[in-house]
């Protein structure tokens, strides 16, 4: 029984695949052709009805969308391979919450500023969307910065959510100061198993 990942090189389905990868779980990886920061094919929608990747088909057949709940499911099914800390613990805690705080603030900014047009109906804002989008990430990635435990966000094993952190900081377009941050790209960039992946989606950025 096996896991289908549907994706675009390029695109958030990037961290699914690294801990599918990481849970050394079986999956196939269908690779959709189209363009990053672009919507994808109307007849993805037959998969998912939302029209996004990542997008998780499981092993009974029931999809799983929304990065951050798809990461915490699989740290859930594979707790021998430590994609997060144990439950029960304080990082745990942690993991949850930066986990869901990179969904709804991180991931969130990002698609305001690829896809300005759906935040307002005033084409001549689309630059004014874009680059509140930019500022709200700024702050949000100096609010993750200042609780990185170190090495890794939660302490001293690297989790998915520091792929996934890294992942986000990677399509970043602002300039600010996140030094622990930038530590844990390179990290997850030069990562055995990640490492890899990482140069598949985003080559040597
Ligand atoms: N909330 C979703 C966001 C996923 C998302 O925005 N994915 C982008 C690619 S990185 C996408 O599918 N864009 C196409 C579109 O929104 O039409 C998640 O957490 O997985």
């Known amino acids: 029984m096996s896991y289908t990942l549907y994706n675009r090189p390029g695109s958030g389905g990037f961290v699914v695949e690294a801990a599918l990868t990481l849970a050394d779980a079986p999956f196939e990886l269908i690779e959709l052709d189209s363009k990053v920061g672009t919507p994808l094919p109307e007849s993805f929608r037959a998969t998912n009805p939302w029209g996004q990747v990542p997008t998780l088909i499981l092993p009974d057949g029931a999809t ?14 594979f707790p021998d391979k430590r994609l997060a800390p144990p439950p029960g613990t304080p990082a745990h805690a ?25 935040f307002t109906d005033d084409r001549e804002g689309y630059d004014a969307v874009r680059s509140a989008a930019i500022r709200r990430m700024d702050e949000a990635l100096a609010l993750v910065d200042a609780h990185v435990a170190g090495p890794f966000l939660l302490g001293e094993e690297m989790t998915v959510a520091d792929v996934y952190l890294a992942m ?18 390179v990290a997850v960039r030069d990562h055995p198993v990640v490492g890899p992946i990482w140069r598949r989606h985003y080559g040597e950025r």
Do not use: C, K, Q
Request: charged share 20%.
């Open 168 to 185: 986000l900081l990677a399509w970043h377009r602002g300039d600010i100061e996140i030094p622990r941050l930038s530590r844990i790209v």
């Open 94 to 118: 942690a993991f949850l919450r930066w986990t869901i705080f990179a969904n709804v603030n991180l991931y969130e900014a990002v698609i305001r500023r690829g896809y300005p047009f759906r």
């Open 64 to 77: 799983m969308t929304e990065t951050s709940a798809i990461l915490i499911l699989l740290a859930l099914r």
